[in-house]
């Protein structure tokens, strides 16, 4: 990536050739594409059809842009959208196919389908679609093995056969993987990791579990300074999105998945202290993992009731305002 490095960056960097440097100008053009997305996807629209080919660089803002919306939908009022059909390029397409589920019948008038289309829009999550491709081309940039048409065509059928799982594609290939592949999971590595745990969070099957532009934008791995630059209860968040990628189980990602909803001290959930002690549980045996993190969260289930059934009237207010707040043009 060091050919577009002056021209992404404005100057050469000061670091000797190597993974940190290729780290940097990689998450340059990543952030650049998410940014681009959210911009569509805030107004949205679903492009469909992201791919290197339609990914141009503008010199005056030297920033990449999205080019070429031939196959994009506006949601918002139904242009372009029609159920059971899809555009796509199939090496960069998502598992999925359909963008809404293809019950969604045909959008109706403009003000009715203006009117409904948060509400299907947070159903159907459409803007995941574009995620799983710019994934991918995240992918590419990591693993220049990955470039050609023929590596990502049969990259594809690898990722299928693993049930679009990047963490067994990984367990499959590292051990006899190439040096380039090698070199990748190094870069992917840098910062604890970060790399890797953005990665992984876009590429998956389900549409409901990639995160969204607007989430990875946020993620540690675009802020120069990585893991030092994280507050405690980002670092804890960090860690427990960790445990639930490996083997904690159903029970871990219920504690997480309703932690996230009862909030901090200030809003009548955890304090700091509270969840240091949670981090600090680990399994006593290897072979018990699913058993204590089951159990520990049994010992914490009556606290994250009473906080969540304290906050769900909150909760849901401000889920209904984000629906609408996608729909308000945003300002750059």
């Known amino acids: 990536p060091y050919n577009v490095e002056a021209k992404i960056l404005g100057e050469v960097q000061d670091l000797p050739k ?3 440097r290729e780290s940097r100008i990689i998450q340059t053009i990543t952030r650049q594409l998410l940014f ?3 911009g569509l996807h805030s107004t949205g629209i679903v492009h469909r059809d992201i791919k290197p080919q339609n990914i141009i660089f503008s010199e005056g803002s030297r920033t990449f842009k999205i080019i070429d919306l031939g196959a994009a939908a506006d949601l918002r009022v139904g242009i372009n959208y029609i159920p059971k059909e899809f555009l796509l390029d199939p090496r960069y397409a998502a598992p999925e196919q359909y963008i809404m589920s293809t019950q969604t019948p045909s959008a109706p008038s403009a003000p009715v389908a203006t009117a409904l289309s948060p509400v299907l829009w947070q159903m159907n999550l459409p803007d995941r679609f574009d995620i799983y491709s710019t994934g991918l081309i995240f992918l590419q940039m990591a693993f220049p093995a990955l470039r050609t048409d023929s590596s990502l065509i049969q990259f594809n059928r690898q990722l299928k056969r693993c049930e679009y799982d990047l963490v067994a594609w990984r367990k499959t290939v590292e051990p006899r993987a190439s040096a380039d592949l090698r070199r990748g999971f190094d870069l992917l590595d840098l910062d604890g990791g970060v790399g890797w745990e953005i990665l992984t969070s876009m590429v998956r099957y389900k549409a409901g579990k990639r995160t969204s532009a607007k989430a990875a934008l946020a993620h ?5 300074e990585g893991l030092l630059a994280l507050s405690f209860m ?3 968040r960090l860690q427990l999105f960790r445990a639930t990628q490996q083997d904690y189980g159903e029970a871990a990602k219920w504690v997480i998945g309703l932690m996230a909803k009862s909030g901090t001290k200030k809003d009548g959930g955890f304090t700091e202290a509270q969840l240091q002690e949670l981090r600090e549980i680990k399994p006593k045996k290897k072979a018990s ?6 159990a520990s969260a049994l010992r914490l289930q009556r606290k994250i009731i009473r906080t969540v059934n304290e906050s769900m009237d909150e909760l849901n207010q401000r889920r209904k305002s984000f629906w609408w707040s996608r729909w308000i043009p945003r300002e750059e």
């Open 18 to 20: 190597g993974l940190e």
């Open 220 to 224: 540690p791995y675009f802020d120069r």
């Open 289 to 294: 993992v699913r058993r204590n993190a089951l």
């Open 234 to 236: 980002q670092n804890l």
């Open 36 to 38: 681009a997305l959210d």
